[in-house]
């Protein structure tokens, strides 16, 4: 079982950083954990996947994130995080953390599609105004 609380989410201007948490909680010391990711959804749209990373570190990006977001993770806080700089008003959305157990999840596809994630955190709503 992983479970999975996001925070950081909130109302920014266009231009503006957020930086979104997700705490990790297992109870196998992450060993059902291969990847993890941060996804987004708006309303009548469907689940997108924004950025990913492997426990090798390799991490996948959205195009249309890419060179604004950044995914971390602290292993020591079993903590994953989103950087995300230079918002604009179509980054608004709820954002959710969540986590996958294939170890041949490997290809950008993968990654960065839903199927593959096991558990899901509940998320949290980042707001970007222009």
């Known amino acids: 079982q992983v479970q999975l609380m996001e925070s950081g989410g909130g109302s920014v201007q266009a231009g503006g950083s957020l930086r979104l948490s997700c705490a990790v909680s297992?109870?196998?010391?992450?060993?059902?954990?291969?990847?993890m990711g941060w996804f987004r959804q708006t309303p009548g749209k469907k689940r997108e996947g924004v950025a990913a990373?492997?426990?090798?570190?390799?991490?996948k990006y959205a195009a249309s994130v890419k060179g604004r977001f950044t995914i971390s993770e602290d292993n020591a806080k079993n903590t994953l995080y989103l950087q995300m700089n230079s918002l604009k008003p179509d980054d608004t959305a709820m954002y959710s953390c969540?986590?996958?157990?294939?170890?041949?999840?490997?290809?950008?596809?993968?990654?960065?599609?839903?199927?593959?994630?096991?558990?899901w955190g509940q998320g949290t709503q980042v707001t970007v105004s222009s």
């Open positions: 969540a986590s996958g157990q294939n170890p041949y999840c490997v290809s950008e596809t993968c990654l960065l599609g839903d199927r593959p994630y096991n558990y």
């Open positions: 297992t109870d196998n010391n992450n060993n059902s954990v291969s990847f």
């Open positions: 990373i492997r426990r090798d570190g390799r991490t």
